[in-house]
């Protein structure tokens, strides 16, 4: 069928059955187990005949009896995943006590006790159960994404359910995945046919790569390497089984997503076209050793990490024969300034670039994909994402492109992501994996398996990894304010609470104390309540905040004291029950913070006139936070301040995140970016703000600071400053500096301090000591900002 809920429940005379463009029930099986079935368990399956992945994030399957009485109610199993283009999904349910076949590995597991014979089986979009009984009633329902019933089904599409299903029989589409919208007509029973997202059917088990053969023959088959990765991102031979595809084992992968490669040592001459493959053997760790020449019987998928990734042409289920060991490696291909193309990644009128041609000589990321398995090599690469707790690192093999001032790769602008960039882990899983700082470098020669994952991209699986040699880079440290210096800072504690090891308290509370050295007021971003994740409706910080305070003191700084607001509960993002807000400390031996009862969580403070001057109705405050721009995300706290008789006012932020936008490396091109619209809306909230502090006073002197989720060249800070009543002080740094955060091997801007146009004498430093590191405190750095209040003119 259709969009959700696009079903209708009466016949269409003369409508051709054409495949869904979305995902739909492709085959039904309630007699697992039962007297005379094969099989032990029931199925749902579900395909996908669309172009793009489908994503079951948040969806569910549920089934009904085929006639409800007032006490049924829908059984429900949650999905994860996506079906990838041309594939199936597999949902296992209940188990019988007969049949003597297992099915292969399901891609999703329940245990609901289908019938044999009647039934309605439902794709939701949501995870509840169903109320509807009715055929009209579902019908009505528009989280419905597709439904079939069999039997004598009461709840079923178009002029009937579908006939057939018995102990031995199940009901399934075409293999069109025709849908009509009639189950009676879309819908033939037969022999139960099970296939898993990996092409897995009963009988291939887990598809382990034992080298069971395949009736014998070492004789290679027709179809080589390249002819299945073909010349675009997508396999021409996706969906087909093929036989004795050829190849020399060039990595195998013991853990995570098991399997190996095979690389053809005869290419063809069409650089478009990977000459190796990863052959998926699910969950039997694969037998096959490195120098293996094998005969490959599979079944070609392309697996797609997420819905907005590039897919991994995979061949699914194998049948392995292992013909020679020993054999010598195919040569590996250099990674260079000089083999990786500048240009990054083409772009398509329809938004996906799977089905255009690759130029690897003028796209690296169609250079990557050209090369799609096969050996890579490059030498000597100097670090610019520093280890994880994953085993991966970052590292550019383009050492003079967009150098940091510290040895990292600077991310300046939307079109210059950094070709040279380049993730690396390892397959050798008895030994430690570096700890990698940026800047360091990864010595010798690297070698191994060119992968993609959801995470970063194209990688090095290495099969020989580099040495690593530490550059020592250090932790900055900058210098106290002077006495006529108000010294305001911003730092993202990485969902700090109350329930936090001591150890990550002292490391933080050391930023502050020592490396930021014991600002006047910091706005601290991430502060959880008292009991963090736990879910309880706790909203206070009040236990948080006196053990980081207590901590700043013992690290030698002041004793601050704090404001803050509490947030509804669970209203503001972040981690479920961590209820994460902004928060201010200060050191009242420096600076002294006006307070103007009656802020909450939903009444929004003001600037007004008064006869002492303009003023705060609410200090600590809220900008507007009932406005839909803060919907899910943490407001900002304004608060009112004094530093030697100067009245300053600071505004907290934590903008909504990056979350849901479509990476830079995936097949949709250009990336959507679609948290930007609620960011833009949040910028623009705080940019109407100030512009009504500054027309009350022009002079009024602000710092807007905090984790803003966006880059200095980004519509968040352009929308934020419009006006010119803010300026962004890291375009006051040099280029080289001009980051607070690394991701991907990207060194960019996500946190800012930004300050009105009466601020005129300042200095202004990013402090790096987390996110260039292996060893974090936080993955942000903070920043800081020192203001001669008694040097700043009168605008």
């Excluded at 039997?151 to 009509?180: H, I, K, Q, Y």
């Excluded at 120098?291 to 490959?296: A, F, P, R, T, W």
């Excluded at 430690?432 to 992968?451: C, K, M, N, Q």
Aim: charged residues 20%.
């Amino acid at each position: 069928m259709g969009a959700a809920g696009a079903f209708a429940f009466t016949a269409l005379p003369g409508a051709s059955a054409t495949p869904s463009a979305s995902a739909v029930i492709a085959e039904v099986y309630g007699g697992g187990g039962n007297s005379g079935a094969t099989l032990t368990r029931d199925f749902v399956e579900l395909g996908n005949a669309g172009s793009a992945a489908y994503d079951l994030s948040g969806y569910s399957v549920q089934y009904l009896p085929g006639t409800p009485s007032a006490g049924s109610t829908w059984q429900v199993t949650a999905l994860t995943g996506a079906i990838a283009p041309g594939t199936r999904y597999l949902v296992g349910e209940g188990t019988g006590s007969g049949g003597t076949t297992a099915l292969p590995t399901p891609d999703a597991t329940g245990s609901i006790a289908m019938s044999a014979t009647s039934g309605t089986i439902a794709l939701v979009s949501g995870t509840a159960a169903l109320t509807c009984k009715t055929a009209a009633d579902c019908a009505a329902d528009p989280s419905i994404v597709d439904l079939a019933g069999y039997g004598t089904a009461v709840v079923r599409e178009g002029s009937g359910p579908a006939a057939g299903a018995s102990n031995t029989a199940a009901v399934a589409r075409a293999d069109s995945l025709a849908d009509t919208d009639d189950n009676a007509a879309d819908f033939t029973g037969g022999t139960p046919t099970p296939v898993n997202s990996a092409g897995q059917t009963p009988g291939s088990g887990d598809g382990g790569g034992d080298g069971g053969g395949d009736g014998g023959s070492t004789d290679p088959g027709t179809v080589r390497v390249h002819d299945i990765q073909g010349t675009t991102r997508l396999s021409p031979y996706a969906g087909q089984t093929v036989t004795r595809v050829p190849g020399i084992v060039t990595g195998v992968r013991s853990s995570g997503s098991l399997g190996y490669w095979i690389q053809d040592p005869a290419p063809d001459t069409d650089p478009r076209t990977s000459e190796a493959v990863f052959v998926y053997t699910g969950s039997a760790k694969p037998t096959v050793a490195v120098g293996d020449s094998v005969l490959v019987t599979g079944k070609v998928t392309e697996y797609y990490p997420s819905s907005t990734s590039q897919s991994n042409t995979e061949i699914g289920g194998p049948t392995t024969t292992v013909l020679s060991s020993g054999n010598a490696l195919p040569d590996a291909v250099a990674l260079n300034a000089t083999s990786v193309p500048d240009a990054y990644i083409p772009t398509a009128s329809g938004g996906s670039i799977e089905s255009l041609a690759l130029q690897p000589t003028v796209y690296a990321q169609d250079f990557y994909e050209s090369l799609e398995g096969m050996r890579v090599t490059f030498a000597d690469a100097r670090v610019v994402g520093a280890s994880d707790a994953y085993g991966e690192l970052w590292v550019t093999v383009k050492p003079k492109e967009s150098a940091t001032a510290r040895g990292g790769t600077l991310y300046s602008s939307y079109d210059q992501p950094n070709t040279g960039r380049i993730e690396v882990m390892s397959l050798d899983t008895t030994s430690t994996f570096p700890a990698a700082d940026v800047g360091d470098e990864l010595s010798g020669v690297t070698t191994g398996p060119l992968d993609y994952s959801t995470y970063g991209g194209y990688n090095v699986q290495a099969t020989q990894l580099g040495t690593l040699v530490g550059k020592g880079l250090k932790q900055e440290v900058t210098r106290r304010q002077k006495k006529d210096e108000l010294a305001v800072a911003t730092y993202n504690v990485e969902n700090l609470d109350a329930l936090d090891t001591q150890e990550k308290f002292d490391r933080l509370a050391e930023g502050v104390a020592v490396n930021l050295n014991s600002p006047d007021i910091v706005a601290l971003e991430e502060i959880q309540d008292d009991n963090g994740a736990t879910n309880d409706g706790t909203v206070t910080a009040e236990a948080t905040l006196k053990r980081f305070t207590d901590a700043v003191r013992a690290a030698g700084g002041p004793a601050y004291k704090w404001r803050y607001i509490s947030p509804t509960n669970n209203a503001d993002g972040g981690e479920p029950g961590g209820n994460i807000r902004q928060v201010f400390l200060f050191n009242p031996k420096r600076v002294s913070f006006t307070d103007h009862k009656g802020g909450d969580a939903t009444t929004a403070t003001s600037v007004v006139q008064t006869r002492k001057g303009v003023q705060l109705t609410y200090s600590p405050g809220r900008i507007d936070p009932t406005d839909a721009a803060w919907e899910d995300s943490r407001k900002p706290l304004v608060g009112e301040f004094t530093f030697q008789g100067e009245q300053v006012f600071v505004i907290a932020n934590h903008f909504i995140s990056k979350g849901g936008d479509q990476p830079i490396h995936g097949r949709y091109q250009p990336p959507a970016r679609s948290s930007e619209t609620q960011r833009a809306a949040q910028a623009a909230e705080v940019n109407t703000f100030v512009k009504s502090l500054l027309t009350a006073d022009r002079n009024a002197k602000a710092v807007v600071l905090g984790d803003l989720n966006d880059y200095e060249f980004s519509q968040t800070v352009t929308t934020l400053t419009a006006g010119k009543v803010l300026k962004p002080l890291i375009t006051t740094l040099p280029a080289a500096e001009r980051y607070t955060y690394v991701y991907d091997g990207n060194s960019q801007t996500l946190d800012h301090i930004l300050t009105s146009p009466a601020v005129t004498s300042f200095n202004y430093d990013v402090v790096h000591i987390n996110a260039e590191f292996a060893d974090q405190a936080s993955d942000h750095d903070p920043q800081i900002v020192r203001i001669d209040l008694s040097k700043c003119g009168r605008h």
